[in-house]
């Protein structure tokens, strides 16, 4: 696979294929912007370049139908403030004024196009539609690390019709974080996996048992291996169904040699909300009527310890419902707990990587994927449909 900086970009039609799904308040203003700016470092290159850049991405979840709430109008105001210049705005994405205004591009110009999925064709990887994107762009560069998992016209498809595929600065950062450097990780290498459901993480469980020296399994899927243990979990959220494959995955760590690490007390609740009366229990004494919805004081220390001397830490997944600021605090500790070892710290995006901006460590991890999907996917040992494409392109 080809990276930006290997593909000459001088007086060319770029078009990148950006992740600009930010988050947006009531009004359409940008909450955070992160995803923006780990476009930039791209961005800048081509610029330097004198290249014309044509951005395209998506925002939010239209279903094949214009919303103007979902314009990437706020998107092209917020770039333009970052690169310090006129970003010009598409009202489309494809058909004639979008064609016209890409002939009209000038060298060292940036000219972002409406919301992809404003057409049914983009998540259903219509050749058409790929091929209308494609004529717009002498070299395409997938900068889209936080999509690479899906396989849209704009990813994958697209590749079929440019000559020349590449992916830029941020998409070799990803790759290089969660593929070679937990390819041969220093070691102890740790891995702690959380958020609700076993069935959202067992193939990436099922993977990582066989890589790392220490396993942390954290969240509402760590009731379901207490179960599989003989606990009784209350009304916590537990995956019946799933109680032999967590029981394999038991064994699997006792065969392998790797010390797998559960909760041993949690904070529980009758509810899950805010206003709910809540206790700190050992894991043996939850009651039936109620729901463990964080880890406890004790697991801290020990997750704490766990961690205390390794080499190379990722992390996906919350240990509780850490929204609610009475279930945030084994979340919060473990961020701080990361952000003070000496190891090599990935934080695998999603929700954990908005526990992380809200306790303000942010500095102190060393990297933090834009991705949440894609890295899982990379966690689960799988190739990314978006990468598979730039490969066959190269």
Not at 53 to 67: A, D, E, F, N, T
Not at 128 to 151: M, P, Q, S, T, W
Not at 365 to 388: C, R, W
Request: proline content about 4%; aromatic content about 8%.
């Amino acid at each position: 696979m080809k990276y930006i900086d290997q593909i000459k970009l001088k007086g060319k039609r770029v078009v990148f294929r950006f992740d600009f799904n930010v988050p947006m308040d009531a009004s359409q203003n940008i909450t955070d912007d992160t995803r923006i700016r780990a476009g930039l470092p791209s961005l800048n290159y081509a610029l330097d370049e004198d290249a014309m850049v044509i951005i395209i991405s998506h925002l939010g979840r239209p279903k094949g139908k214009k919303v103007d709430e979902l314009s990437l109008v706020p998107v092209a105001k917020r770039l333009s403030r970052l690169l310090g210049k006129q970003v010009l705005m598409a009202k489309d994405c494809i058909g004639p004024e979008v064609e016209k205004m890409v002939q009209e591009l000038k060298p060292g110009c940036v000219l972002m196009l409406e919301n992809l999925r404003f057409y049914e064709g983009e998540e259903k990887n219509d050749d058409e539609f790929a091929a209308k994107l494609a004529a717009f762009a002498d070299v395409y560069i997938d900068d889209a690390f936080g999509n690479a998992h899906r396989a849209h016209a704009s990813n994958v498809g697209i590749t079929k019709y440019v000559k020349e595929c590449g992916a830029g600065y941020l998409m070799k950062k990803e790759l290089n974080y969660f593929q070679k450097q937990l390819e041969k990780p220093a070691r102890p290498f740790v891995a702690i996996i959380g958020g609700s459901k076993v069935s959202d993480k067992l193939t990436t469980l099922i993977n990582l048992i066989k890589k790392v020296d220490k396993l942390i399994i954290g969240g509402g899927m760590a009731f379901t291996f207490l179960k599989a243990q003989g606990f009784e979990v209350g009304k916590s959220l537990a995956e019946d169904h799933l109680l032999p494959q967590a029981k394999d995955i038991l064994d699997q760590a006792q065969k392998l040699g790797v010390k797998l690490y559960l909760p041993i007390d949690c904070v529980i609740a009758q509810n899950k909300s805010a206003e709910a009366v809540t206790k700190i229990v050992p894991i043996q004494e939850i009651y039936p009527e109620w729901m463990g919805l964080d880890i406890g004081p004790a697991t801290i220390t020990l997750f704490r310890e766990v961690i205390a001397n390794a080499k190379t830490i990722v992390w996906n997944g919350p240990m509780g419902v850490f929204e609610i600021d009475a279930f945030s605090r084994g979340t919060y500790a473990m961020v701080h707990a990361m952000a003070s070892s000496h190891a090599l710290t990935i934080v695998g995006g999603g929700d954990t990587d908005v526990a992380v901006q809200k306790t303000g460590e942010s500095d102190n991890i060393t990297y933090i994927s834009t991705g949440g999907g894609a890295s899982l996917v990379l966690l689960e040992g799988k190739v990314l449909p978006a990468v598979a494409a730039l490969e066959k392109c190269a």
